[in-house]
């Protein structure tokens, strides 16, 4: 049974949508679609097989007003997107991953600066993905935080 307060126009073809931001090589109609990305102003760039998540500098992310420094919920939130995001384009997924878990390290404070990420599919089971994520500023070997994460894929 349906519900009626859901009309069928209301639902995301996920597929269609990936597809075609994949085709485009232009990912921010899909990012429209994640709110808590359109918060936060994340945004991805494709280099050949590769995806570059970017946190652009703003002021409502900022944590720490003294330094300033970014909140550690924003990195957090932001890397996490940002795997799901990778799981979603290179899996061809239907349905938006669901986590397992998520363990961060935070390993140096983000300024108020443009924050850059990039994910690792490390193991693919049938069920369940396993996605390393690194996150950095100015430069990549300097990293800001890094995670771990496990999600369920349909």
Same mark, same amino acid.
């Not at 009626?4 to 085709?23: C, G």
């Not at 709110?35 to 994340?42: D, N, S, V």
């Not at 961060?104 to 089971?125: N, P, V």
């Given at each position: 049974m349906t519900n009626?307060?859901?009309?069928?126009?209301? &639902?995301?073809?996920? #597929?269609?949508?990936? &597809?075609?931001?994949?085709?485009l090589n232009d990912f921010s109609h899909l990012l429209e679609h994640v709110?808590?990305?359109?918060?936060?102003?994340?945004g991805v760039e494709r280099f050949g097989d590769e995806l570059i998540f970017k946190l652009p500098a703003n002021d409502d992310n900022i944590g720490n007003p003294v330094l300033p420094a970014l909140h550690g919920g924003v990195i957090a939130g932001f890397m996490e997107m940002s795997a799901i995001v990778q799981l979603m384009v290179f899996m061809?997924?239907? #349905?938006?991953? #669901?986590?397992? %878990? !998520?363990?961060? %390290?935070?390993?140096?404070?983000?300024?108020? #600066? %443009?924050? !850059?990420?990039?994910?690792?599919?490390?193991?693919?089971?049938?069920?369940?993905?396993n996605v390393n994520i690194n996150c950095w500023q100015t430069n990549r070997k300097r990293l800001i935080a890094t995670a771990r994460a496990h999600f369920l894929i349909d």
């Open positions: 009626p307060d859901v009309n069928q126009s209301d &639902r995301l073809d996920v #597929k269609s949508i990936i &597809r075609k931001a994949t085709e709110p808590y990305a359109k918060f936060i102003g994340m061809q997924t239907s #349905k938006v991953p #669901k986590v397992i %878990d !998520f363990s961060i %390290d935070y390993l140096r404070a983000g300024y108020h #600066k %443009d924050s !850059f990420a990039e994910c690792q599919i490390t193991r693919q089971g049938r069920r369940v993905a």
